[in-house]
Structures are given as structure tokens and as C-alpha cells.
T-cell receptor, first 114, second 116 residues
């Protein structure tokens, strides 16, 4: 079945450090790929998305490129801030007769220290 | 703020008791989803509704679980005869059906269930 594998956390970085959170996927077909973020005490929010190979999603300084050849969608940010501390989920979506199921990875907790 | 709301936010119950959670989606959204999230895991799909019709149920949704969306607005998720393994965060999300492409799901803050 479809699945998403992402690096386990927690990831602890100093402010202004470079961030990479790895994500790879397995899917039959051509999924859309997403990164969701969950801040403490809040619901998941869509951070960025890419719907086809070589697309780059970006938002709030975060970027991820859909790499079909390596089935990856790694999340990057050039300079993290304390406010970026959250749990980040990689996810995929494959339409199937209108079925809107999203498959999530386990989440990677990011802690940014001043 | 007219986002997705869930009540209660926390529920502690004893094994064997029944519990019911409520989700109020964004008002114009016609699709509503339930997910379960256990510690250290990502959300796992349970079921979804389009308007009042329940269109899909996961194998995770045992016969002790029932979900309803009677008027196509709010939804309830009931768990009967709770077990300790039911302890988890139950997430609700809603979206507006625009076609077969992904329609962004907006998540509520979740209801955390603890079964003693």
C-alpha cells in the first residue's frame, strides 16, 4: 500500500541553522505530496504542497521539491527560528474515485533553541 | 475564527465506558474526515463523509466505533466499550469538494482520549 517514511526526531537546531527533514514515499501512481505542520496545542496546518514531479512547494521560507526519481520530498529551510518549533508531517494523496484519503508519515519534531 | 472545532478537547474515561466526540467543520465544507493519532505516529484515516453520507471507513474503525453526520453539518464519533488501546488523539478535518484533485483538509485541534 501507499506509505510515507520520514526521519525520526526530535531534531534540535540552533536558531539560524539550516534545516533538512527527509521524506520518502511509496505509492502506486503519481501522488500529490505535502508537508503539514502542527504547532503545540493546535491542529495540523498545510505548510506546502507539490502535485507533480519536479514541482517545488514553498511557504514561510520552507521549500520541498518533488523528486520522482528518488521518490523523495525533503523539507528544507535556510535559517530556522524559534517559532518554527513544531512537529512536521510529510504526507501523500492519491485520488481514487474521489476518495480523499491522505497518508501521513510519523512526524518529525523540530526544536529550535535560541 | 471559523475554523474546525472539536469538543471536548480532553476526555478521560474508564475502560468499558462509552464516549462521544463532536466535530464542527468549517461551515461551507461538505466533506468531513476523522483521523486517529497515537503517540509518536502520524494521523491515520478512520472515515469520511460527503454531506451526510459516510463514504469510506478504514479497517481501523471496528464495530465499537460509529460516526454520524446527520444533517451534513457537525459530526459525532462514538466509541462503545472503550479499551485502553483506544487512547489516542482523535482529529477531525473538513474540506470543500472541488473535484478529484486534492482539496485541502483543514484540521481541528483534536480530542485527546485517555482510557484508564
Amino acid at each position: 500500500g501507499d506509505s510515507v517514511t520520514q526521519m525520526e526526531g526530535p531534531v534540535t537546531l540552533s536558531e539560524e541553522a539550516f534545516l533538512t527533514i527527509n521524506c520518502t514515499y511509496t505509492a502506486t501512481g503519481y501522488p500529490s505530496l505535502f508537508w503539514y505542520v502542527q504547532y503545540p496545542g493546535e491542529g495540523l496546518q498545510l505548510l506546502l504542497k507539490a502535485t507533480k514531479a519536479d514541482d517545488k512547494g514553498s511557504n514561510k521560507g520552507f521549500e520541498a521539491t518533488y523528486r520522482k526519481e528518488t521518490t523523495s520530498f525533503h523539507l528544507e529551510k535556510g535559517s530556522v527560528q524559534v517559532s518554527d518549533s513544531a512537529v512536521y508531517f510529510c504526507a501523500l494523496f492519491l485520488p481514487s474515485g474521489g476518495y480523499q484519503k491522505v497518508t501521513f508519515g510519523i512526524g518529525t519534531k523540530l526544536q529550535v533553541i535560541p | 475564527d471559523t475554523g474546525v472545532s472539536q469538543n471536548p478537547r480532553h476526555k478521560i474515561t474508564k475502560r468499558g465506558q462509552n464516549v462521544t466526540f463532536r466535530c464542527d467543520p468549517i461551515s461551507e465544507h461538505n466533506r468531513l474526515y476523522w483521523y486517529r493519532q497515537t503517540l509518536g505516529q502520524g494521523p491515520e484515516f478512520l472515515t469520511y463523509f460527503q454531506n451526510e453520507a459516510q463514504l469510506e471507513k478504514s479497517r481501523l474503525l471496528s464495530d465499537r466505533f460509529s460516526a454520524e453526520r446527520p444533517k451534513g453539518s457537525f459530526s459525532t464519533l462514538e466509541i462503545q466499550r472503550t479499551e485502553q488501546g483506544d487512547s489516542a488523539m482523535y482529529l477531525c478535518a473538513s474540506s470543500l469538494l472541488l473535484g478529484l484533485d486534492y482539496n485541502e483538509q483543514f484540521f481541528g485541534p483534536g480530542t485527546r482520549l485517555t482510557v484508564l
